[in-house]
């Protein structure tokens, strides 16, 4: 029986897991993918206090490495559901496990937004990507087509217009809404071509359902952008649906926290990017693992 169960090991998780042990609290963090979130995804990162410039992979590194030092028990497990019991909650596994704890704190995250066009799930892994870092030497000298216009974005096309040969960005607003700052590291490359107000039709594949382009309209005109690969930064989405029944869900599936971290199932807390809110960053996702540890770490005390 663990005093606190921690579901996710990103920001909000793994600053959760450093305050409750640092209250003296047995704690495990479950994750099912990567420690450290989709932060671990961008190559530099400089708006994290105390970091002039740090890579998202290392601020993970190091977030799991202090709670681990804190003596938080960690497992690599996806999280199916929570039950709640007499002595507190079960939590579940896709494995078949079941771990027992006093308190849950759900810092689920998010996953990346596709866009749900024909033979997309199919291409994803081998033509399409989320993360320059991880599969951008994929497309060394080769052509890219990069879909968004926000942050994130121009994040990853930073990177890959040191990688590629060209990047053909695609922004379904009228104007890019990324930082003036990022534009300005992509846009004057004579790698880059942009586009805005443009829509997605399709996937252009050749017959053995290799990608050779993206099909898309501009202005009324549909055009073709051809390409060796794409990647997709158009948004994430919370995967929540699991504990609909123990915390409330806005239209988009985020939770909806009372008290910032509370919810209508005393005993089970919520934090991060999985939250609704209306600024996502590490900052703010930390700020919810340090509150939602402290009030798990309250209501044990009030147990006793």
């Given at each position: ?39 671990v ?16 992979d ?33 939590v ?36 399409i ?56 590291q ?45 990647f ?24 909806v ?48």
């Amino acid at each position: 029986m663990y005093d606190i169960i921690i579901v996710g090991g990103g920001p909000a998780g793994l600053t959760a897991a450093i305050y409750g042990r640092r209250n003296l609290k047995t704690v495990l963090v479950i994750e099912k993918s990567v420690f450290g979130g989709q932060i671990v995804n961008s190559p530099k990162v400089e708006n994290i206090p105390g970091f002039e410039s740090i890579s998202g992979d290392e601020f993970g590194d190091k977030l799991l490495e202090q709670a681990m030092g804190q003596g938080a028990e960690v497992a690599m497990e996806n999280v199916t559901g929570v039950e709640k019991t007499s002595e507190g909650f079960s939590v579940f596994t896709e494995d078949g496990n079941t771990f027992e704890g006093k308190t849950v704190i759900l810092a689920t995250g998010t996953t990346h937004r596709t866009l749900g066009l024909p033979g997309e799930e199919n291409l994803i892994g081998s033509s399409i990507s989320f993360c320059a870092v991880c599969d951008g030497e994929f497309y060394r000298d080769k052509t890219v087509v990069m879909v968004g216009g926000g942050n994130s974005a121009f994040v990853e096309s930073a990177m890959l217009v040191g990688i590629v040969s060209k990047l053909i960005i695609l922004q379904d607003m009228p104007i890019f809404t990324a930082d003036k700052k990022l534009q300005d590291q992509v846009l004057p490359s004579e790698k880059v071509e942009a586009h805005v107000s443009t829509k997605v039709l399709a996937y252009e594949t050749s017959e053995d359902g290799t990608l050779t382009g993206v099909i898309y309209e501009e202005n009324g005109e549909q055009k073709t952008a051809k390409c060796d690969g794409v990647f997709l930064a158009v948004g994430l989405i919370p995967d929540n649906s699991a504990f609909a029944g123990y915390a409330d869900l806005d239209s988009r599936g985020y939770f909806v926290p009372e008290n910032i971290v509370n919810t209508k199932t005393p005993g089970l807390f919520v934090a991060g990017d999985c939250c609704s809110k209306t600024l996502r960053q590490v900052t703010t996702a930390c700020s919810d693992g340090a509150y939602a540890a402290i009030r798990a770490c309250d209501y044990i005390n009030e147990l006793n």
